[in-house]
């Protein structure tokens, strides 16, 4: 499985865009990124995915080089119910299989 | 539309025992998948089950196993439990495959306690 390198933690204030890095040099042309989070005390949730365009939806963007070797999840306005775990994710067409491969993921810490 | 569920929520073994965990999916959805939530080793896929069959599976050794119902119901089930098994096991479910990848939706897990 291809693999995705995020840092460990990140910080930011209430209201603030927020740009959570994520590189994955090794990826494939049939890879998707995707991110998923995990509020505290809740399973992981879908975020957003994308293949090579950038990408929105109600709750983020997906920003994607041009090279495919990096891509940031951007969270336009930082809520304090923001505060998660979020994982980034290469999906490959794998035979159908749903399976997920989870690194150690960004802790973001949301500030009021 | 109901989310995924498992039951029970919380759960305390003593080692050498065993446990079976359950998870019902959301309505339609025919795949399941299971993950270890482990503060050391993160989350770890278990396996997978589409449609009563095992589609994949991890890197964990025979004590942990699981199978699927033809309602798409599933359950995990962990032999002789040891300490290191102390862990929230989650539980998703996925929609027909319609594209090369499916969202996974996740239930809210089980935290199991191994004393």
């Known amino acids: 499985d291809a693999k995705t390198t995020q840092p460990n933690s990140m910080e930011s204030n209430e209201e603030e865009p927020v740009h959570l890095p994520c590189n994955h040099s090794t990826i494939s042309g049939t890879d998707y990124i995707h991110w998923y989070r995990q509020l505290p005390s809740q399973g992981p949730e879908y975020v957003i995915h994308?293949?090579?365009s950038n990408v929105n939806n109600r709750m983020a963007s997906l920003a994607i080089a041009e090279d495919r070797k990096s891509s940031t999840l951007i969270l336009h306005r930082a809520t304090l119910r923001d505060a998660a775990v979020y994982y980034c994710?290469?999906?490959?067409?794998?035979?159908?299989?749903?399976?997920?491969?989870f690194g150690k993921g960004t802790k973001l810490t949301v500030n009021p | 539309k109901a989310g995924v569920t498992q039951t029970p929520r919380y759960l305390i073994k003593t080692r050498g025992q065993q446990v079976t965990l359950s998870c019902s999916p959301i309505s339609g959805h025919r795949s399941v998948s299971w993950y270890q939530q482990t503060p050391g080793q993160g989350l770890q896929f278990l396996f997978e089950y589409f449609s009563e069959t095992q589609r994949n599976k991890g890197n964990f050794p025979g004590r942990f196993s699981g199978r699927q119902f033809s309602n798409s119901r599933s359950e995990m089930n962990v032999s002789t439990l040891e300490l290191g098994d102390s862990a929230l096991y989650l539980c998703?479910?996925?929609?027909?495959?319609?594209?090369?990848?499916?969202?996974?939706?996740f239930g809210p897990g089980t935290r199991l306690t191994v004393l």
């Open positions: 998703a479910s996925g929609p027909p495959l319609t594209s090369g990848y499916n969202e996974q939706f």
């Open positions: 994308g293949l090579t």
């Open positions: 994710i290469l999906r490959g067409t794998q035979g159908g299989s749903e399976k997920l491969v």
